[in-house]
């Protein structure tokens, strides 16, 4: 529990993009509340709620959209995304390092397919976040 985790590394013990995300999650929290000495339960309750949503599995639509409805759900995408790249844009640069250094563990994770979902193992049906994290 105490080991350290290089993302690098993790990739060749575990093939698996939620679990590999979940370890640098998990150790990345374990050195905040480290050098904070406190727990982090918001952050805590904020790894969770997105192992929640990474291991959602989209279901298989029965009905075909049409075009207002995906233009709808193409424009909800592009706002979430404006979000993100104005919370990156003015993070700071040890933040923006980090995000870069770990890339490699999170875009895979964040851009699957739902197909590629179905093949993830889901990190929080196996054990419950608060005992890993």
Do not use: C, H
């Amino acid at each position: 529990m105490g080991e350290e985790t290089n993302p690098s590394s993790s990739s060749s013990l575990s093939s698996l993009p939620d679990t590999q995300l979940f370890d640098l999650l998990s150790n990345l929290l374990q050195q905040v509340e480290s050098l904070s000495n406190q727990e982090e339960v918001e952050l805590r309750a904020k790894i969770e709620a997105l192992g929640l949503e990474v291991t959602k599995v989209p279901s298989k639509s029965t009905r075909n959209l049409d075009e207002l409805e995906i233009a709808a759900e193409l424009d909800k995408l592009s706002a979430k995304l404006a979000d993100v790249d104005e919370m990156i844009s003015s993070a700071d640069v040890e933040v923006k390092s980090l995000l870069s250094d770990t890339a490699d563990v999170w875009m895979p994770v964040i851009t699957a397919n739902s197909d590629e979902r179905r093949n993830f193992t889901p990190a929080l049906d196996n054990e419950s976040p608060k005992k890993t994290l």
